[in-house]
């Protein structure tokens, strides 16, 4: 009897061995094939993605197209700053827009590098024109001037820091100027100014009305009116607008260095509704005398302005 219940105590413990062994094996097996779906999901994840970024450059591509076939058959005005039709995708769509940014006022002509001694007489008529007080204006000129002592302010700051002095590359920069009111933000400037290379020149073909006016104290419909119609008869120089009869008594104090018919400085926006994601680039681009179109910087961002919104006015963007 005692052999007999050995026997099956043996097999008992044998048998708890093989379950235990089984359940091991089973939950290495669950295990493996979690992270198996794991990486698959990753992977489809990022191969996605990829396409979808893909996708934005190629739009990206389109845009850049378009500005060199501008550069040989210029564009109607109406052309810019509108969505492109849908492009359709497998599957999915991408929209995208080009905006010329030298139509707005540079803010880095207040910079001593860019020559533009009126510039603060400029700025100060565009924000009447505007409505707005502009109490970061005085802070600007001195984050400019060396001799202001704004570094002593802005070392007061926790943590401090040095202004650059140099031109602004990115509106976002105008958060320094008033550390303590983060308030300040770009879209203060938005629809009227945009920071550019101090040596930029204000494009007469897309130029905004009261850009135009704030050039000069006597600047006002006359000089406007007379520019509608350079454009209508085909503006191909400068001359085309200063020589006009209204314009003319006003040449001498308006630079036609200030001045182009060719744009330089753009901004693309392109959206693309990929599987179930949507992406958005916002890329800056300089074209140059060749017709030769660079990136110069690129935001994976959502686009500041919804194109499905009726009352889009095609203001500039937070840069």
């Given at each position: 009897?005692?052999?007999?219940?050995?026997?099956?105590?043996?097999?008992?413990?044998?048998?708890?061995?093989?379950?235990?062994?089984?359940?091991?094996?089973?939950?290495?097996?669950?295990?493996?094939?979690?992270?198996?779906?794991?990486?698959?999901?990753?992977?489809?994840?990022?191969?996605?993605?990829?396409?979808?970024?893909?996708?934005?450059?190629?739009?990206?591509?389109?845009?850049?197209?378009?500005?060199?076939?501008?550069?040989?058959?210029?564009?109607?005005?109406?052309?810019?700053?509108?969505?492109?039709?849908?492009?359709?995708?497998?599957?999915?769509?991408?929209?995208?827009?080009?905006?010329?940014?030298?139509?707005?006022?540079?803010?880095?002509?207040?910079?001593?590098?860019?020559?533009?001694?009126?510039?603060?007489?400029?700025?100060?008529?565009?924000?009447?024109?505007?409505?707005?007080?502009?109490?970061?204006?005085?802070?600007?000129?001195?984050?400019?001037?060396?001799?202001?002592?704004?570094?002593?302010?802005?070392?007061?700051?926790?943590?401090?820091?040095?202004?650059?002095?140099?031109?602004?590359?990115?509106?976002?920069?105008?958060?320094?100027?008033?550390?303590?009111?983060?308030?300040?933000?770009?879209?203060?400037?938005?629809?009227?100014?945009?920071?550019?290379?101090?040596?930029?020149?204000?494009?007469?073909?897309?130029?905004?009305?009261?850009?135009?006016?704030?050039?000069?104290?006597?600047?006002?419909?006359?000089?406007?009116?007379?520019?509608?119609?350079?454009?209508?008869?085909?503006?191909?120089?400068?001359?085309?607008?200063?020589?006009?009869?209204?314009?003319?008594?006003?040449?001498?104090?308006?630079?036609?260095?200030?001045?182009?018919?060719?744009?330089e400085y753009f901004l693309l926006e392109a959206e693309v509704d990929y599987l179930d994601q949507t992406l958005h680039l916002t890329s800056w681009l300089?074209?140059?005398?060749?017709?030769?179109?660079?990136?110069?910087?690129?935001?994976?961002?959502?686009?500041?302005?919804?194109?499905?919104?009726?009352?889009?006015?095609?203001?500039?963007?937070?840069?």
């Amino acid at each position: 009897m005692r052999a007999g219940a050995g026997r099956r105590l043996q097999q008992g413990v044998a048998l708890i061995q093989v379950l235990l062994v089984f359940a091991v094996l089973m939950a290495l097996a669950v295990h493996l094939t979690w992270r198996q779906q794991l990486t698959i999901s990753g992977t489809q994840h990022v191969l996605e993605s990829s396409q979808g970024y893909a996708w934005l450059h190629s739009v990206e591509a389109l845009g850049r197209a378009e500005l060199k076939r501008d550069h040989q058959t210029p564009l109607p005005a109406s052309a810019w700053g509108e969505w492109s039709d849908p492009f359709e995708l497998e599957p999915g769509e991408a929209v995208f827009r080009v905006r010329p940014l030298d139509g707005y006022y540079n803010l880095n002509w207040l910079h001593d590098s860019s020559g533009v001694s009126a510039a603060p007489a400029q700025v100060q008529r565009l924000l009447s024109d505007q409505g707005q007080e502009g109490a970061w204006l005085q802070r600007l000129a001195d984050w400019f001037d060396r001799d202001s002592g704004a570094e002593f302010e802005y070392r007061l700051v926790e943590p401090g820091y040095r202004p650059s002095f140099a031109s602004i590359a990115d509106a976002s920069e105008l958060r320094l100027l008033q550390p303590q009111q983060q308030t300040l933000a770009p879209l203060e400037i938005e629809g009227w100014a945009v920071f550019l290379p101090a040596q930029s020149r204000l494009n007469l073909q897309v130029v905004t009305e009261p850009v135009l006016r704030a050039l000069h104290p006597d600047m006002g419909e006359p000089q406007w009116l007379a520019l509608e119609r350079a454009r209508e008869d085909g503006l191909d120089s400068v001359d085309d607008w200063l020589t006009r009869e209204d314009v003319e008594p006003l040449r001498e104090e308006l630079p036609a260095g200030w001045f182009s018919v060719r744009g330089e400085y753009f901004l693309l926006e392109a959206e693309v509704d990929y599987l179930d994601q949507t992406l958005h680039l916002t890329s800056w681009l300089r074209r140059d005398e060749d017709g030769a179109v660079q990136v110069i910087q690129r935001h994976y961002l959502p686009l500041a302005v919804d194109r499905a919104d009726p009352d889009d006015d095609n203001g500039t963007p937070d840069n």
